[in-house]
C-alpha cells in the first residue's frame, strides 16, 4: 500500500470523487491554476476543468454563499477557505445559512457541502496570528453542522469522501502542520470513515488523554515516551466534534479514572471543556483525579516570533509532564 | 398605456395579475385585523409593494425559474403558485405551513416544488445563494432563471456586493430586483447611500442596472420580461430597482410615527398601486366596476377560507422541536433526535 502524507490523502479525496461523480466542484480562493496554496488542488483543473474547479474573487462570504446556493440546485461543492483565519468573513453563511436551511425549512432544502479549512500552527509554521489560529470550537457550536477533524491521512480521505457524500454541511478542519509531516499508508481507490466516532489510537492503564490535530500526534510521542517510565496512556483520537463521540469518551475515562484533554485552540471554551463537561457528567464517580485540560492559552493567537510560537503550543514533552503529574496523582 | 399588448400580455393576463394584486392585499390586512386581535404574534407587509412583486413573478415560469424572494414578498410567491391556505398556515406558524411547519416568523417563504427556496432573517444573504444556484444551472446547461429581491437597506450589505460580482463574472442567470421603498425600518434611503438610484451600482458589476416605477405592474414586467430574456439566453444578470412605498409600518411591532409624516403616508395612499391597476384597467376597458366587485368578493372569500382552515390546523407537536436537523443522521445519534 502507498506511503501519502496528510495532504495528499485530501488531494485523492477530491480526485476520486470529482471523477466518480460529476455534481462535485471545489470553489476557493486560488484552487485552479495554482492547485490551492497548499496544492491540495493540484492537477484538479487540468483533469476537471475551469466550470468544476473555480477560481473564486477574494470574498469568502460569497464562496461559502455561492456554496449553498449549488447545493440547494443539485451540485456537492467542496468550498476551501484559503486558512481558517478567514472562514470569518463567511461565518453568517455558514451559521445562519448552511447550518439552519434545512431546519428552518423543516427538511424542504438540504445543503449538501463540505467546507475545508487549514487551521492551526505551532512551532516552524510562522502563521502569526492570521494563519494559525484553530477555529473549531466556534462551528461545533452550531446546530446543523457537522464538524471533523482527521489526524491521519488514511482517516483524511476516508472522512473527506464521507463528508463529500454526506447530505448536510460539513466543516473539513486541517492541521497545516499535519499536511506533511504526517504519513501513513492509505489505500487507492475507494473506501469511506463514518463522520462521529472517535478513534482509540492506543490503550494503557494509568491515564487517558484525548487530543484531536497536530497535538494527537504530539500526544502519542508523549504516550510512546512515558511507557519507557511504566506510565501506560490510553490515547483517543476525537477526530469528530460534532457529532461528539461521548460514548468512547466516557468508557476510555472510566478505563484509567486519570484524564488529559490537549488541544492546541485557547482552553476557555473549547472543545477541552465540553469533553470535561461529558466526562463530569457521565463518569465522575471513576475519577482518580480531576480533569486535566492542556491547551493553547487565551490570547488571541500563536505570534509570529519563534519564542510565541514555543510558549503558546503544548508539544509532547509537556503532554509528558501533564500526563506524569496526573499518574502520581 | 396599452403596451401591455406589445409585451405579449392578455387582458386575461391583466386581470390575473390585478387578482393577484388583490389577493396578496386582503391576505395582509387580514393578517394585521388577526394580529390586532390578538390570535397571531407577528405581521411583515408587501402593502405598496404588489404591483412591484407581481409585476417581476409573472414574468418567470412556475416549477421552473427559482425564487428567492424576502420577507415582503408575497405577491410573488402568491405568483409562483403558493396558496392562500399556505400562506396562512404560515401566517399562524401551523405545523402544516410549507414554509417551516412553524420554526420560522411569517413572510420566511420556503416552498421546495415551487422553486421557492427559504430565506433567512439576515437580509442579503440570498443573493449569494441566487448565484450559485444560477451557476449550478449553466453547468448543467439549463435555462432556468433565479429571481432573488431585497430592499434598499439590504442593498447596502456585502453579500449583495459579492452576488453581483458573481453574477457579473460568469454572466449568471439571476435578477436583482431592489424593492427601494425608500426606509428601512426607520431610516432614510439618503442615510443609506449617496447616491439616487441602487440600480446606477449594476455599471460596476457590468450588466444592465434599470429602475422601473414600482407602482406600475406592465412598466415592472417589461423590465423583467427584458432581464428574464436576457438571462435566458446566457447574456448574464440584470439589476432591476422597483420604486414603491411601504404603506404600512415595518412591522407589526413598529410604530412608523416616529420616522415619517401621517402626510405623507396619506399622500402615498392615494397612489396606491392596487387602487391605480384597478382604475387603468377600468380605462382600458379590461375591467368595470361590477367585474372589480365581483373579483374583491371572490377574493375576500378565499381570504375567509384561508383563515378559518389556517386558525383551526394544529401546531406542531413538541417533539417536533428535534425533527429534521439533520438530512443525513449522524452515525453516532447525536443529532439532536433525543429530547435533553
Redesign the interface.
Known sequence: MPEKTLIEAIHDAMDEEMARDPSVVLLGEDVGLRGGVFRASAGLIEKYGEARVIDTPLAESSIAGVAIGMALNGLRPIAEMQFADFSFPAFNQIQSEAARMYYRSNGGWKVPMVVRMPYGGGPGVHGALYHSQSVEAFYAHIPGLKVVLPSFPYDAKGMLKAAIRDDDPVIFLEHKKAYRSVRQEVPDGDYTVPLGPAEVRREGRHVTIYSYGFLLHESLRAAEQLKGEGIECTVVDVRSLKPLDKKTIVEAAKLTGRVLIVHEDNVSFGAGAEIAAVIAEEALFHLDAPVRRLCGPDVPGIGFNHVYEVEFTPDAARIAAAARELARY | MSDWKKLGLTAEDLVGMYRTMLLARRLDERQWVMNRMGKAPFVISCQGHEAAQVGCAWALERGKD?TLPYYRDLGVVLTMGMTPREVMLDFFGRAEG????G??MPG?Y???RLRI??Q?S?VA?QA??????????R??GEDTVVYTSFGEGAAQQ??IH??M??AG?YKLPVIFVCQNNKYAISVSASKQMAIENVADRAAGYGFPGVTVDGRDPIAVYAAMKRAVERARAGEGATLIEAKVYRLTPHSSDDDDRSYRSREEVEAERKRDPVLLFAERLKKEGVLDDERLAALDAEVRREVDDATEYAEKAPDPRPEDLY??????E???????GARA
Open positions: 427559482f410549507p414554509s417551516s411547519g420554526r420560522q420566511h420556503s416552498h421546495p427556496v427559504s433567512s439576515t444573504v449569494v445563494h441566487a448565484a450559485g444556484i444560477g451557476y449550478a444551472a453547468l448543467r456585502g453579500d459579492e452576488a460580482n458573481w463574472i425533527a429534521r436537523l439533520y438530512a443525513t449522524p452515525v453516532i445519534g447525536q443529532g439532536g
